[in-house]
């Protein structure tokens, strides 16, 4: 199975406000989809509180301005909570083993020394 991460696209053109994961398997086809937003994420906090908009306002916790040249518009995104969801969402679907221990305890090799004690 694989876990696809795409844009969530708004109602405009080359607007987005989130991501797309869609957890596909090969005969199955799409097996589950979820949207993660960049707001409840606080993605672009931020840049947001630095242009002075919040919730409402035009562009919040949005990318839009797809230009081939110049920075791309995630630049300066805090992707600390998406990486916690999209983990989180994956470890749902493809779980891992747990880890193994640092050092994994052998057993002792039989002593040298002959036992102590008569024998019959």
Do not use: C
Request: charged share 20%; no cysteine; glycine share 10%.
């Amino acid at each position: 199975m694989r876990i696809r991460i795409d844009f969530q696209s708004t109602i405009r053109h080359r607007e987005y406000d989130g991501l797309r994961l869609a957890v596909l398997h090969p005969h199955l086809g799409t097996l589950d989809m979820a949207s993660l937003s960049f707001a409840d994420h606080q993605t672009f906090a931020r840049r947001d509180a630095a242009a002075g908009i919040g919730p409402g306002w035009d562009g919040y916790a949005r990318i839009r301005n797809w230009h081939e040249n110049g920075p791309p518009p995630w630049n300066g995104a805090d992707l600390t909570g998406l990486r916690r969801a999209i983990g989180q969402y994956a470890q749902i679907w493809i779980p891992t083993s747990p880890p193994a221990p640092a050092h994994a305890k052998l057993p002792s090799p039989p002593s040298a020394r002959p036992p102590t004690g008569r024998s019959h």
